[in-house]
Structure formats: C-alpha cells, structure tokens
C-alpha cells in the first residue's frame, strides 16, 4: 500500500490549510485513515483518525479546529486545517490501516509527511 499526500506549506497564524492522502495498492479492506504529526525531539502524536464506518477522533488541541473526512471507496482522507496556530508546526504523517489482498490482516501504512510551517 502507499500513501501519497500533499496540501503542506507555508500559512499565517489564523489560516487554514487542507491535506489530502491517498492510498493505493492491492487494498481488500480499508479500516481507517488519518494524521499523526511530528515535530524534532518529539514523538509522532495523534491529529484525527477516521474509521471506516465514519467515527471520527481527534486531539484535543485540534478540536473545533480540524476536520477531518474520508472516502473509504476511493482510499482518501482530508483534513481541513482551520485557525492555525504556530503550535501546528510540524511534519504532517498520513496513515492507513488497510488490510490487503495479500495478507489478508490490518497493518498500519505510513506516508512519508508533509511539512506544515505556520507562521506568528
């Protein structure tokens, strides 16, 4: 499975920003999508994940904040950034929990992030 995702950049304290991930791959079964983000000396943590029968969970930091929406036919996952705070600086990881033609378990996927710089 890989993931591609885009919608990273440069944006000013207080605005939004949208990114997108799509999976692909020999997918039996999607379970999930979301976003973890990571900043250097930290570990990953938990954005928004969201399942495959649409419950939603998010960071308290980002509630009210971040929404985020899926596409479980189609393998993609939003998440709309809004009120962005330079706090949200960080490299954004897009994740997949697809259980595949191959092997026929759950495993987590990992794309390769998109950096986030908001700016005070």
């Known amino acids: 499975v890989q993931l591609q995702a885009s919608g990273g950049g440069l944006v000013q304290s207080g605005g939004s920003l949208r990114l997108s991930c799509a999976a692909s791959?020999?997918?039996?079964?999607?379970?999930?999508m979301g976003w973890y983000r990571q900043t250097p000396g930290k570990e990953r943590e938990l954005v928004a994940v969201?399942?495959?029968?649409?419950?939603?969970v998010y960071a308290d930091s980002v509630k009210g904040r971040f929404t985020i929406s899926g596409d479980n036919v189609m393998h993609t996952v939003n998440l709309q950034m809004t009120n962005l705070q330079p706090g949200g600086t960080a490299v954004y990881y897009c994740?997949?929990?697809?259980?595949?033609?191959?092997?026929?378990?759950?495993?987590?996927?990992w794309g390769e992030g998109t950096l986030v710089t908001v700016s005070s």
């Open positions: 994740l997949a929990d697809m259980t595949t033609t191959q092997t026929m378990y759950s495993y987590r996927y």
């Open positions: 791959g020999s997918i039996f079964r999607e379970n999930a």
């Open positions: 969201v399942s495959c029968d649409g419950r939603t």
